[in-house]
């Protein structure tokens, strides 16, 4: 066997692989007695058939089996004797093979860039303070007590106040005129909820159930009918009924109704959304923090990444924004969204996510940062505790789905993580520093 390695780049290499005939010819022979034993041809009973009129009659059932076989088998060897990591799956380029001749072909692969490890030691970082106040927690706790509200018909003869809800019809008029595709009711609205346009909200306060009234409102600017932007019309609006919601005293009884595990009385139900709201803080500071590291991280090294550890990353940020969308997922074409300029948009990003994982992955290796077994079993144990399931469970969920080397390489991430954050300059702040936009050049 013959190789001959050209350096495309720094990191993509193509390989030119040329086996001996009698390698190829005795693989073809093996896949051409496979099809002589079964094949039915017209005037020959089955696997009777010469081989001359089978080759001719499979010839390109062969020639695709034969290339799938050959290339399959020499690759695995070839990479490890050039002791060559593709970091993706190996691009099969060119294939030169005719009966009776040599078998050469020609693969493109992508490797790990190399470089040192940029001096990571003493990084200046922020951290958001993770700080639930007494403020907070009584917010929280009015959402609950609201989200338990009834809602009642208001029986006396009063007018609209804020949070007062309504059920309401309007028609539109431009002056006597009346606007035929501007008819909207019965519908619900709620006052002081800031989804009603000022003017219209200014409007119903302090109508009447069984009230009609003339509300002046003035038509938005970016309304895809021009011919409407910027108009001023009127909205004949009929109040049908007026509701109220009634909202539950704060006491033991409403901390049970929660039906909260543990959570009898008003003070173990503060105590718990107090610790929610701290663990909820603290995910958030974590979040924005190894944002920021990652960027830092990307920022000290220049180098060339991997298209397919790019489009690896980028494929799993639209798999995730689909699946965000309930059981079915997003569907892309219904909504008009088009998928390429979404993964264009996206590969920036991704671009700095696959050079900072780069940057750890040196790291990693330039500190000698290995995880153990110990390592793992301590992580399923502690998988165990937050999930619910037994150890065994998660291990054997883990090895049956091929996901052990994800779960150490995640591990080794976060030791690595670890230890750049022990010696980084580290600052609580009340607010992250929004990233200053660039300077777009004056145009000619």
Do not use: C
């Amino acid at each position: 066997m013959n190789v001959n390695i050209e350096e495309v780049s720094s990191i993509k290499r193509k390989l030119t692989i040329e086996l001996p005939e009698e390698t190829a010819d005795k693989t073809r022979k093996k896949h051409l007695d496979n099809y002589a034993r079964k094949a039915r041809l017209k005037g020959f009973r089955p696997g009777k058939a010469p081989k001359s009129l089978v080759a001719k009659a499979y010839a390109e059932e062969l020639h695709r089996e034969v290339v799938e076989e050959l290339v399959g088998e020499t690759m695995p060897t070839v990479l490890s004797d050039h002791k060559l990591e593709p970091v993706g799956m190996p691009l099969l380029e060119n294939v030169d093979y005719e009966d009776g001749q040599p078998f050469k072909f020609t693969v493109s692969v992508e490797i790990r860039p190399t470089f040192e490890s940029p001096k990571w030691q003493g990084l200046d970082l922020k951290k958001l303070k993770s700080e639930v106040n007494d403020e907070m927690v009584d917010k929280k706790l009015e959402e609950l007590r609201f989200s338990l509200a009834t809602v009642k018909t208001v029986e006396e003869d009063r007018p609209l106040v804020r949070g007062d809800l309504a059920n309401i019809t309007y028609q539109g008029y431009d002056g006597e005129n009346i606007i035929t595709d501007m008819k909207a009711g019965p519908f619900n609205v709620e006052l002081g909820s800031d989804r009603l346009t000022p003017e219209f909200e200014q409007g119903l306060e302090g109508m009447k159930a069984g009230e009609t009234k003339d509300i002046e409102v003035v038509m938005p600017e970016d309304l895809e009918d021009k011919k409407m932007a910027g108009k001023h019309v009127t909205l004949r609006t009929t109040v049908n009924e007026v509701r109220q919601r009634e909202l539950p005293e704060l006491d033991d009884e409403f901390a049970k109704d929660m039906g909260i595990d543990d959570v009898e009385t008003l003070e173990a139900l503060k105590a718990k959304i107090r610790a929610d709201l701290q663990k909820e803080q603290e995910n958030v500071a974590e979040r924005e923090f190894n944002k920021q590291l990652t960027d830092i991280l990307a920022s000290l090294v220049e180098i060339e990444v991997p298209s397919a550890m790019v489009d690896r990353e980028v494929t799993a940020k639209i798999e995730t924004m689909r699946n965000n969308f309930g059981r079915n997922g997003l569907n892309f074409k219904k909504m008009g969204i088009d998928v390429m300029m979404l993964r264009d948009r996206f590969r920036p990003e991704a671009v700095k996510n696959v050079t900072a994982a780069l940057v750890l992955d040196q790291i990693a290796r330039d500190n000698h940062i290995e995880i153990t077994d110990e390592d793992i079993e301590k992580e399923l144990a502690e998988m165990s505790e937050d999930y619910g399931q037994p150890v065994e469970v998660l291990r054997d969920y883990y090895k049956s789905r091929n996901l052990m080397d994800n779960l150490r390489e995640g591990l080794k991430v976060g030791k690595t993580l670890e230890m750049i954050r022990e010696q980084a300059n580290i600052t609580e702040v009340d607010k992250l520093e929004e990233p200053e936009a660039p300077v777009e050049e004056a145009q000619e």
